[in-house]
């Protein structure tokens, strides 16, 4: 197995994976307040996500910087928690009420690049470039994204559009989910720390 392909494999698991369920409630309520014709907009915001994620992956590789993976593991749920309250406070989902989406994707991915961070430093090539293997990282993590707000988007289109059930329903009952679960994380984590 080459490198592209380990590193492909290690981003698309990273977030398609049962031990992902943080990265998947997060790109989950990250992406609720959008419906399938968004899914552009949705996309960019997905990419926002993976810059942050990936910006902290190069920088922890070159140990420019190292966090306590126990205090990444509390504030990754937090920024589940932090979305999702946002989410309830949305009154209407015109693009000028969603922009500080962008801010919480490109900022909590920096947050959840960490958590992933410390394990992937050590199997970066540290003498050559790292380019080629944290692009192909990126590729499998942009794609297991991909697959995750394509199912939401068609759930949405399912629950709003077929099921005639309001948007405002469709986002309490995602970020309603994605806070509970968030919020049990957040003491389960707390209660390790122990």
């Known amino acids: 197995m080459n490198d592209v ?14 031990g992902a369920l943080d990265h998947i409630l997060f790109v989950t309520v990250l992406s609720a307040i959008y419906i399938f014709e968004d899914w552009k907009k949705v996309l960019i915001l997905v990419t926002a996500f993976t810059i ?11 140990d420019i910087i190292r966090i306590n993976n126990k205090l990444v593991e509390i504030l990754i749920p937090c920024t589940i928690a932090i979305t999702a309250v946002f ?32 394990s992937i430093r050590f199997m970066m090539p540290k003498d050559e470039s790292i380019a080629l293997p944290l692009l192909s990282f990126n590729i499998g993590l942009e794609a297991g994204q991909i697959v995750i707000v394509l199912l939401i988007l068609s ?8 099921l005639r059930a309001p948007r405002r329903v469709w986002v309490y009952l995602l970020s309603g989910i ?17």
């Open 155 to 162: 759930l949405s289109y399912l629950f709003i559009n077929i």
């Open 87 to 118: 989410n309830f406070f949305q009154k209407n989902f015109t693009q000028r009420k969603v922009q500080l989406n962008y801010f919480f994707a490109l900022f909590f991915g920096l947050i959840h690049g960490m958590g992933f961070a410390n």
């Open 52 to 62: 942050g994620h990936s910006l902290t992956l190069a920088l922890s590789v070159y």
């Open 178 to 194: 994605a806070l509970i679960a968030s919020l049990q994380m957040i003491v389960e984590r707390l209660l390790y720390l122990k």
């Open 5 to 18: 392909e380990l590193f492909f494999g290690l981003g698309w698991h990273h977030i398609i994976s049962a």
